[in-house]
């Protein structure tokens, strides 16, 4: 696939690249404002009393095709012992229009016991048309505002509109995701950056690098996930060369083959059980200092066979299982 990378970007992402191994030897000593706040506001779960090296999180799509409503996934999640949820928008907007309180909704997953780290949204905001892109962002305001209802702290911020074309260039959706994340200070939800290895742009681990990097602000993220970094054609190794302090969420599954180019995203299946090279991942994103929250996010219907609970208590004992393998019982 031909890249949005001039002579001119081959030097400066060298220079990003140098400058990622540098962070990675700092281990994030110098961490920004939003992500001290976010990791205040997680602080307590789980995870951390149990001295585990990574929290776990239930990407709500995962137990989507089972019928239940918003409240009732959140409870689902609580039972199988998730720290925190990871919803999408649509789901939550489904459930206002149903006449759901984003008020009650809050207290609920506050009673729970859990949070709500992330949610998925899927606004246009990195494409060239300026009229789209103006109604992405304020779509993607409007998301960003009922997310804090509930308590939400981070959205997904996915190349939407560019698996059909690219972006005029990869310095311009720099510019376009920094216009996003000025908006999510404003708006108390911080914005990650993330890659879907099926698009025209930011496909790859190296894309979102350079673009997270010439974004040139403090709070810039990255949101990965294990299918599309494969599907993209990354492969895993380059995972050392980022500073682990600079991503809070990373989407958990695994594959059941050698994907082709065209495989699609129900193929992904637990953790542990395909052949992802999780073991080296785990250690890989540790050494980064990477310690925040592995969030599952499965399509496939093998487990709409199983009630919800059944799914999500399989799910996180699988990726519990293939963290310890990895790293032991690391504090």
């Known amino acids: 696939m031909q890249k949005d990378i001039s002579r001119r970007q081959m030097i400066k992402k060298s220079g990003a690249a140098g400058l990622a191994v540098g962070l990675t030897a700092s281990l994030a000593t110098a961490s920004s404002s939003s992500k001290a706040s976010t990791d205040t506001a997680v602080s307590a779960d789980p995870s951390e009393k149990n001295k585990e090296p990574f929290r776990y999180c239930l990407n709500l799509a995962t137990i989507g095709a089972h019928g239940l409503t918003l409240p009732e996934t959140v409870t689902v999640a609580a039972k199988a012992g998730y720290s925190g949820v990871e919803p999408w928008m649509g789901e939550i907007k489904k459930f206002v229009a149903g006449g759901g309180s984003l008020g009650d909704l809050k207290k609920q997953i506050a009673d729970e016991g859990i949070c709500v780290e992330s949610a998925i949204g899927f606004g246009k905001w990195a494409v060239d048309d300026d009229a789209v892109r ?157 310690r925040g929250t592995l969030s599952l996010e499965l399509f496939n219907s093998t487990y709409h066979k199983m009630t919800a609970l059944e799914a999500a208590k399989i799910g996180i004992q699988k990726t519990r299982a293939s963290v310890i393998k990895a790293l032991g019982s690391q504090p």
């Open 134 to 290: 103006a109604d992405a962002l304020e779509s993607i305001k409007r998301d960003m505002d009922m997310l804090a209802k509930i308590g939400g702290i981070r959205i997904a911020a996915p190349p939407s509109g560019l698996d059909k074309e690219r972006a005029e260039s990869l310095d311009k959706v720099a510019e376009r995701y920094r216009a996003v994340l000025k908006l999510g200070r404003k708006m108390g939800v911080l914005p990650q950056l993330e890659v879907w290895g099926f698009t025209k742009m930011l496909s790859t681990l190296s894309e979102a690098i350079y673009v997270a990097i010439e974004t040139d602000d403090p709070d810039a993220c990255i949101l990965l996930d294990v299918f599309h970094l494969k599907r993209g054609g990354s492969g895993f190794a380059g995972l050392r060369l980022i500073n682990g302090g600079a991503m809070h969420c990373f989407h958990i599954n695994d594959f059941p083959t050698e994907p082709s180019p065209d495989v699609k995203g129900s193929a992904r299946v637990m953790p542990g059980d395909g052949v992802a090279p999780l073991d080296q991942m785990y250690r890989d994103l540790y050494a980064t200092g990477f």
